[in-house]
Each structure stands twice: as C-alpha cells, then as structure tokens.
C-alpha cells in the first residue's frame, strides 16, 4: 500500500518520489540527478541483479549525497541468505564522501570506513555492522542525539 501511495505522485520518475528502496529505482533516480525530495532510501544490495553498487559507483555519487537535504534514513545492507555471502563485499567510500546534515539514521552494512568529516549532530542511530572499520573517528565527536550504535560482526 505504501509503495503505491509513494509512487502515485510521479510513477514513471522515481526521482521525485520521498521514498526509494528498489536498486532500480535508486540508479534511475541517482541517473536523473534529481533527489532533493527524497526522504529514505533503503538499499537491498542482494536484491540488484547486477553488482551497480559498489565502491566507484558510490564514489560517483557523493556530490549527490551531499545536496540531499530532505534524506533522514539511509539504509544499505544485504538481505536473508545473501548476507552471509557478501559480507566479503565491503564498500569503501571516498574519503571526502559527505552524508547529509539532516541524516538520522545511517545503517551500512560492509563499510571500509566511516568518513571523517560525518556531521552527526542529528543522528539518533549509528548501525555499521559486518564492517571493516578500524576507527571511527578521531578525536571527539559531538552525537548529542545519538541513542543506538552497532557494530556487531564487524572486524
């Protein structure tokens, strides 16, 4: 019900859509550079048929990150069965990569490292499991909102 109400706005434009959680829709909206109303996205990396995502595609992407104002939840994981198999498939994001300021909620599964420059003074939910980071961040971080963090399975 919810996956109509979102698409009844603009069907064959997903970029213009607030929520976004089919891998094609997400290439085609980030195709489009047109993202400013988009709200979630969440991710399904065993659900893209192809390998799109990974560690240049995100690369490509990180001016479009920055601009998106509006997003609050990013969510990239891997699903049921798969996540056992892909946890070899790390992502690593370029060390200038910049999430949004409003973001409240980043969950990233496989993640090489979190980027220093991470503004988190609105996140209420930190979720990095089965990743490869070494370090946070260095130094002290001001996270006054910050309720949950995990880091479980990660090396």
């Not at 019900?1 to 929520?19: I, L």
Request: net charge positive; with cysteine.
């Amino acid at each position: 019900m919810g996956w109509t109400v979102v698409r009844e706005k603009d069907p064959r434009d997903p970029s213009k859509w607030s929520r976004l959680w089919d891998p094609n829709d997400i290439h085609n909206a980030f195709a489009a550079k047109k993202m400013r109303n988009i709200e979630t996205i969440s991710l399904d990396l065993s659900r893209s048929k192809e390998m799109r995502f990974t560690s240049e595609v995100f690369s490509k992407m990180k001016n479009m990150f920055a601009k998106m104002k509006n997003l609050r939840l990013l969510k990239v994981y891997y699903s049921g069965h798969h996540s056992l198999t892909r946890k070899k498939d790390k992502i690593c994001l370029p060390v200038d990569f910049e999430f949004p300021p409003n973001l409240r909620y980043l969950h990233w599964e496989g993640l090489e490292f979190l980027p220093s420059n991470l503004q988190g003074q609105n996140l209420v939910a930190l979720n990095l499991k089965s990743s490869s980071i070494k370090e946070l961040w260095e130094g002290d971080k001001d996270l006054p909102n910050l309720k949950f963090l995990d880091l479980s399975d990660s090396q």
